[in-house]
């Protein structure tokens, strides 16, 4: 038996070059449930993650009582990451929302669904008469399935006509979409999972793989622990489980990614390891690129982002001379200073190489959520759906065909509104509907307090679907309970473009309904029509939905035609594009080395990376991409909040691999939340002893914004600056906290700080880099440590640290690994 | 002396009121994030150019001139408040960029008929970014617009 929390990656599987890799089935059920007790197995793959982890859900009189791996799958060929091993508990907890709440003299009240409904409604009709759609805003999720985007988009676009869409996903993958439109012309994953499997060398650049894609993160262990292991290259300013295993680990100071890119790229040029031939046929902008970087040394940017020149050389010299390489990128390009502009100096590093479309030579611009990839292909957030340009008449005269639309329905007057405008709007008071599903800005959001004075707003009717009363939905005037994994059926799609069917096979608890039927409910009560007066939105089922999806998607890059929900059962997830010409999908994007540039085709026609500023179909087409990449370069500039005097350290904030987003669901897991119970602040020992704080003692972090109060763990991250999780609010905590009114709980959300401030291209808000200073509140009186796991970046250091008990599940957490061909 | 004096003492004047004009929109409109520090950018961006312009300035001799600030004056007497104040901002800015573009053109052609091969490097990299900060009012204005005309109070 194996303690997935004390061990979360499990047993090694060693693998080489060239070789499958080999299986190994993660097992967990219920205390007391033996499998030949289980009634039902149901297909399904993770909802706490990207990855995309295939796996079976344990029913036992119509409970869910565990998962296991699923052995067939592409992804994680069996293997579980923890916390969907532990997090399906979430399912069966007592405080799941059973019926809806309506805002009544101050306080949420049970209502009925008619109730609820009729509210909405008679609101929304009011409004469209009185404002119109511009009055109307919808922040979504990236927790929903493709069926449900879909209906939702259609709703918005073509309904209401509203372009306020967008969804979190503008806060943890927007950048990856953003980066790659630019580069190669539309979104969609270039690399493959397998491409893992063949590369000689892997660098991950801001990301915590360890944590953060964990599964994936095991299939690079076993090549690492195999024969012919990878070069690894780990750029992060934490000591994360990769960069204890890497060859290189540049610990850059947060906000400096672009100096580390262009110095790579300059040594790459200035060392002559570029392929000419490839430059010159397939991309563009290679003159601009070389002069941006001329001056960008080692040196230099060693001086930029303070670590050893020679370092960085040495990661620079396996990037030139591999000639299968990886890169992962995630939240620290994303959310980081310059987010767009680095993740493209990343898709360059493989340009410039030829290092593209081969077996072992992926990009994987990562996700952050289990279904973001569905947000940006739907249509339910700033894009419209299946990769289409909004500023491209033909484009949305076809969306327009399929909906049986007048074209001018659709906005299409400027980009659909990205989430923080959407906000903006809210707090202006000019969007006066905010319909808020399965997410939480009021602990996701940067700058708290203004987030939560946005949504108690007396001109905003603000709406809340969610399964659990989260900190939002405590704010809100109505709450509808919704059905999740595991009680409904869909599809949602990886960070490597793989499709998985996620069947339902419990009934969801008390009256909560599932997210379909909730739109569906709202556009026939809406009475949306088309243009032939026939209802607008014309399926039932998600499995119409699906087929509906398919015919939006026919043509386009991400063509889903060739997929059927039969198709998807029983084996394993099929990557897009799958269509006639790939019946069972393609493993890696642009393996012709032809992008999607051309003018017709392209999801956007490009834009200025410092200020954002947008081409224009000229502009496009006086350049002729025609299927060439863009090599798209910039010069590295100072983060707009660096520390100073009053401020002194860089404040980042994170995730930690025991629970996903606010912990609406990995909270409810007793062996998550024991494993990383509350928030802590990492600090280097320097910096701890010259604040004068010991292991375990309260500081409180503070920005001109905001401050939290949490234990300081002494850790292995780089001198200067200071972490914490994202992770943590106050629906555990009593009443809401931070400076809310009725606040009593200590402020802990890691946002309460953070800085409003986005990135001009991708509008993903920056939570890597700000300003804040340090002061101790409380001495460690009880010698408790920090609550910070031990087996991850928060790892203590250190004589003290070495006396803190390593995180441990225990007998409850036990859970079983099968290897290869037991499985 | 020739009449391109004029003109680069013209444009010299065209972009400092121009970063002034970048600076003032960017603190009225504080809350407006993006606008906020991307003028900033803006603002030390014509403020190099002016830095650039300097030397050929001086080379090509001193002759004042009050036009911009004409333009400037008339424009930017106050910042206005809300979404439909942005919007009216945001249009001054976009004329005072205008001015500058335009002059970039001219100076570029009497740089080529010179020919000053310095001057002319000068123009192409300053130009192209004045065209940038063109589109990227226009891009932030277009964005805003039905939300300032139709539904803002």
């Known amino acids: 038996m194996a303690d997935r929390i004390a061990d979360p990656w499990g047993e090694r599987t060693p693998f080489g070059r060239e070789e499958e890799w080999p299986v190994r089935v993660d097992q967990f059920l219920e205390d007391g449930v033996s499998e030949d007790e289980v009634d039902d197995w149901i297909q399904t793959a993770s909802i706490l993650h990207s990855n995309g982890d295939a796996l079976d859900i344990a029913v036992k009189n119509g409970r869910i009582v565990g998962v296991r791996g699923r052995a067939v799958d592409r992804v994680n060929r069996g293997r579980v990451d923890p916390k969907d091993l532990y997090g399906w508990q979430a399912n069966n907890s007592e405080d799941r929302l059973t019926k809806p709440l309506v805002r009544k003299n101050g306080d949420l009240v049970e209502a009925s669904w008619d109730e609820a409904f009729d509210l909405i409604v008679e609101k929304s009709k009011k409004l469209l008469e009185e404002k119109g759609p511009l009055a109307f805003g919808f922040y979504t999720t990236g927790q929903l399935f493709i069926e449900e985007y879909y209906t939702l988009g259609v709703i918005g676009k073509a309904g209401l006509g509203t372009p306020h869409m967008d969804g979190n996903t503008r806060l943890c993958t927007a950048t990856a979409a953003a980066a790659l439109k630019e580069s190669f012309g539309t979104d969609g994953q270039p690399g493959s999972y397998a491409d893992i499997n063949h590369a000689d060398a892997i660098m991950h650049f801001g990301h915590n793989i360890a944590e953060t894609s964990v599964v994936t993160w ?108 990886v890169t992962t990128a995630l939240e620290g390009v994303y959310q980081s200073h310059q987010a767009t502009a680095s993740a493209c100096q990343i898709n360059n590093i493989h340009l410039v190489r030829g290092l593209i479309g081969r077996p072992g030579c992926g990009i994987l611009q990562m996700n952050g959520q289990p279904t973001a990839q569905n947000t940006r292909e739907c249509g339910a957030n700033g894009d419209l759906p299946a990769f289409r340009n909004w500023d491209n008449k033909e484009h949305i005269q076809q969306l327009a065909d399929l909906w049986n639309v007048e074209r001018v329905k659709i906005p299409h007057w400027a980009p659909p509104t990205h989430a923080m405008q959407i906000w903006r709007y809210a707090e202006q008071g000019s969007v006066n509907f905010l319909w808020i599903q399965c997410t939480n800005p009021a602990v996701s959001l940067p700058e708290l307090h203004r987030i939560r004075s946005i949504l108690q707003k007396e001109n905003l009717f603000v709406i809340v679907q969610d399964i659990f009363l989260t900190e939002t939905a405590q704010l809100a005037d109505v709450v509808l309970p919704a059905a999740t994994w595991g009680e409904k059926t869909g599809t949602y799609t990886n960070a490597d473009r793989t499709v998985h069917l996620s069947e339902s096979g419990v009934e969801a608890p008390g009256e909560a309904k599932h997210d379909l039927d909730i739109f569906l409910e709202y556009a026939s009560r809406m009475d949306f029509r088309d243009k032939s007066g026939e209802p607008l939105i014309k399926w039932e089922h998600p499995e119409e939905a699906f087929e509906a999806w398919k015919e939006c998607t026919r043509g386009r890059p991400c063509d889903y035609t060739g997929i059927t929900y039969d198709k998807l059962r029983g084996g394993s997830g099929i990557q897009w594009p799958c269509n006639e010409e790939h019946p069972d999908g393609k493993e890696r994007l642009y393996t012709d080395d032809v992008f999607n540039t051309q003018t017709e085709n392209c999801e956007t026609f490009g834009h200025d990376l410092l ?23 910039s010069e590295y500039l100072p983060a707009r909040e660096v520390p100073g005097e009053e401020y002194p350290f860089r404040y980042t904030t994170g995730r930690t691999i025991y629970h996903f987003h606010t912990r609406t669901k990995t909270a409810r897991a007793p062996q998550l939340n024991d494993a990383a119970p509350d928030a802590w602040v990492e600090l280097h020992p320097s910096d701890a002893e010259s604040l004068g704080v010991k292991e375990g003692d309260t500081v409180r972090v503070e920005s001109p914004r905001g401050g939290m109060e949490a234990k300081a763990r002494i850790s292995g991250i780089r001198e200067g600056v200071v972490f914490a999780p994202f992770h943590y609010g106050y629906f555990d905590q009593g009443e809401a906290g931070g400076d809310s009114p009725n606040g009593r709980a200590k402020p802990r959300a890691a946002n309460e700080l953070t800085i409003t401030q986005w990135d001009p291209v991708s509008k993903q808000p920056v939570f890597k880099v700000a300003a804040a200073r340090v002061v101790k509140v409380a001495d460690n009186t009880d010698g408790t440590p920090a609550p910070a796991p031990t087996t991850t970046a928060s790892a203590p250091v250190g004589e003290a640290g070495g006396r803190i008990p390593a995180t441990a599940g225990g007998r409850k957490a036990e859970a079983k690994e099968t290897l290869g061909e037991e499985a | 002396m020739t009449h391109l004096a004029n003109y680069l003492q013209y444009l010299a004047k065209a972009e400092a009121n121009l970063a002034e004009g970048f600076r003032k929109i960017g603190e009225a409109h504080a809350d407006e994030v993006d606008i906020y520090h991307t003028s900033d950018t803006l603002a030390e961006q014509c403020e190099a150019h002016v830095e650039k312009l300097r030397p050929f300035c001086e080379e090509y001799g001193e002759e004042g001139t009050a036009e911009p600030d004409r333009l400037y004056h008339e424009l930017f007497t106050e910042t206005r408040q809300g979404g439909l104040g942005l919007l009216r901002d945001m249009q001054d800015l976009y004329l005072m960029a205008s001015a500058c573009d335009i002059s970039w053109t001219m100076i570029g052609q009497a740089a080529q008929g010179l020919p000053d091969m310095e001057l002319l490097e000068v123009v192409n990299l300053c130009e192209a970014q004045t065209a940038t900060q063109l589109k990227w009012l226009k891009t932030r204005m277009k964005q805003a617009a039905p939300q300032a005309l139709l539904v803002a109070s």
């Not at chain 1, 570029?274 to 430059?279: A, K």
């Open chain 1, 611 to 633: 200020t954002g500023a947008m081409n224009d179909e000229k502009d496009h087409r006086a350049i002729a991409p025609n299927g060439r990449a863009f090599l798209k370069a």
């Open chain 1, 218 to 325: 095991m299939r690079v262990l076993d090549r690492l622990e195999g024969p012919e292991p990878p070069r690894l290259i780990v750029v992060d300013p934490r000591p994360t489980p990769a960069a204890k295993r890497a060859d290189v680990h540049l610990a850059v100071k947060p906000g400096t990614n672009m100096a580390l890119l262009n110095a790579f790229l300059h040594e790459i040029i200035e060392n002559g390891q570029y392929d000419e031939e490839y430059i010159e046929s397939h991309t563009l902008g290679f003159d601009e690129l070389k002069e941006k970087v001329a001056g960008c040394t080692p040196e230099w940017a060693a001086g930029i982002c303070d670590v050893e020149a020679e370092d960085i050389r040495e990661a620079a010299r396996i990037l030139g001379t591999t000639e299968r390489l």
